[in-house]
């Protein structure tokens, strides 16, 4: 779609965070279509990475990215607070393997622009928590093969937060 350059800049004022003087922590949904609704995932990692530009705070720290049940191939959600396990196939986890390679290429970009520990949360119900986690650390670990972390781009942490109870902090998984 192409747009003027006053439109442009509107919608980028929208990302900007040069405000908020004591932000701590960048938390966004993961995104894959669902998240930045009218963008595709490049754009997406293009406008976190114009956000965290524009940062200011002097105590900005981390940046979370919350997966929720419809991120994860093998989780059927037939209503809500009921999701189950279902069998992946191959292709979809090839399919679930590029996705997280990808989110992994646009955190180590954004991580360019704007020094933060990455924080990987599962809110999900528990039903799905151990699946969940485990594909979360499955991602890291395979992101640690392929490229690696080190002291410029640390490995992520992987937390749990319960989706019944929202108010409470992440849950920290050892391990």
Same mark, same amino acid.
């Given at each position: 779609?192409?747009?003027?350059?006053?439109?442009?800049?509107?919608? *980028?004022?929208?990302?900007?965070?040069?405000?908020?003087?004591?932000?701590?922590?960048?938390?966004?949904?993961?995104?894959?279509?669902?998240?930045?609704?009218?963008?595709?995932?490049?754009?997406?990692?293009?406008?976190?990475?114009?956000?965290?530009? @524009?940062?200011?705070?002097?105590?900005? @720290? %981390?940046? @979370?990215?919350?997966?929720?049940? &419809? &991120?994860?191939?093998?989780? %059927?959600?037939?209503?809500?607070?009921?999701?189950?396990?279902?069998?992946?196939?191959?292709?979809?986890?090839? %399919?679930?393997?590029?996705? &997280?390679?990808?989110?992994?290429?646009?955190?180590?970009?954004? &991580?360019?622009?704007?020094?933060?520990?990455?924080? *990987?949360?599962?809110?999900?119900?528990?039903?799905?928590?151990?699946?969940?986690?485990?594909?979360? /650390?499955?991602?890291?670990?395979?992101? %640690?093969?392929?490229?690696?972390?080190?002291?410029?781009?640390?490995?992520?942490?992987?937390?749990?937060?319960?989706?019944?109870?929202?108010?409470?902090?992440? /849950?920290?998984? *050892?391990?």
């Amino acid at each position: 779609m192409l747009t003027d350059r006053s439109i442009a800049r509107s919608f *980028l004022q929208d990302f900007d965070l040069s405000r908020n003087k004591s932000l701590r922590t960048l938390q966004v949904t993961a995104w894959s279509g669902d998240a930045l609704r009218a963008c595709s995932p490049a754009v997406a990692a293009r406008l976190l990475t114009y956000a965290l530009s @524009t940062i200011t705070s002097p105590v900005f @720290t %981390e940046f @979370t990215a919350f997966y929720q049940e &419809h &991120h994860f191939c093998g989780v %059927e959600s037939p209503g809500p607070g009921q999701p189950r396990l279902r069998k992946r196939s191959p292709g979809e986890k090839a %399919e679930e393997a590029l996705w &997280h390679r990808r989110r992994f290429e646009a955190f180590r970009r954004m &991580h360019k622009v704007r020094n933060f520990r990455l924080v *990987l949360c599962a809110d999900v119900w528990e039903r799905v928590r151990e699946y969940s986690v485990r594909v979360l /650390k499955a991602a890291v670990a395979a992101e %640690e093969a392929k490229v690696g972390f080190d002291s410029i781009f640390p490995e992520p942490l992987v937390v749990y937060r319960p989706r019944a109870s929202r108010p409470n902090p992440p /849950k920290r998984m *050892l391990g």
